[in-house]
């Protein structure tokens, strides 16, 4: 078993890919569902990182969902996005309007900082540090 896909709420369907796509650099996979019978405008989107096998399915929130856009986790890191080149991955993200929260940090477990989506969410970017290889602050 394996986990394919996460549910992320949103407000809108397009300005939601054009973040995912455009600024994180996601592929779009999927986007159906206009005349699929689901009624009410619903889509299905999905989207991933490039060369990635799970993915977010992108859900317009209705009614009482719309509380929870921006804060599917409480506030807490709500995914962890990982990269195998930190530096690369950051200046590119940053470049298209990303917002970190901090600066890039050296952890015992790898580089990291936080970032925000375009509702609030937190997400963690990462790259693991390699067995073996020594953390430098």
Same mark, same amino acid.
């Given at each position: 078993?394996?986990?394919a +896909? ?7 369907? !397009? ?8 600024? %994180?650099? &996601?592929?779009?996979?999927?986007? $159906? @569902?206009?005349? $699929? #019978? ?7 989107v999905?989207?991933? =990182?490039? #060369?990635g096998?799970?993915? +977010? +399915? %992108?859900?317009?929130?209705?009614? !009482? ?8 986790? #409480? @506030? ?13 991955d ?10 970190? %929260?901090?600066? =890039? ?14 509702? @609030?969410?937190? &997400? !963690? %970017?990462?790259? =693991?540090?390699?067995? #073996?290889a020594?953390?430098? =602050?």
């Amino acid at each position: 078993m394996r986990i394919a +896909l996460t549910a992320l709420l949103v407000r809108d369907y !397009d300005e939601a890919i054009g973040f995912y796509v455009e600024k %994180l650099g &996601f592929e779009l996979v999927e986007d $159906s @569902g206009l005349d $699929s #019978g689901q009624g009410g405008g619903k889509r299905w989107v999905m989207v991933r =990182p490039k #060369g990635g096998q799970a993915g +977010l +399915l %992108l859900a317009r929130a209705t009614g !009482d969902q719309a509380r929870a856009v921006g804060d599917q986790a #409480g @506030g807490r890191v709500f995914l962890f996005i990982e990269t195998d080149d930190f530096d690369r991955d950051h200046a590119r993200m940053t470049a298209a309007g990303v917002r970190f %929260l901090e600066a =890039p940090r050296r952890e015992p477990y790898g580089t990291v900082a936080v970032f925000e989506d375009l509702y @609030g969410n937190r &997400f !963690d %970017l990462i790259q =693991p540090a390699r067995p #073996g290889a020594a953390s430098s =602050p």
